[in-house]
C-alpha cells in the first residue's frame, strides 16, 4: 500500500488487521 492516496482505505484496512494480529497473538501468549 504504498500509493497512499490512491490505497488509503486499504492500508488503514492492513493496519487495523496488523493491530488485531498483534492483540490476538499477545493474547495467546
Same mark, same amino acid.
Given at each position: $500500500?504504498?500509493? !497512499?492516496? !490512491? #490505497? @488509503? #482505505? &486499504? &492500508?488503514? /484496512?492492513?493496519? @487495523? =488487521? /496488523? $493491530? =488485531?494480529? /498483534?492483540? *490476538? *497473538? =499477545?493474547?495467546? /501468549?
Amino acid at each position: $500500500a504504498l500509493p !497512499v492516496l !490512491v #490505497d @488509503s #482505505d &486499504e &492500508e488503514i /484496512m492492513t493496519r @487495523s =488487521e /496488523m $493491530a =488485531e494480529k /498483534m492483540f *490476538s *497473538s =499477545e493474547k495467546i /501468549m
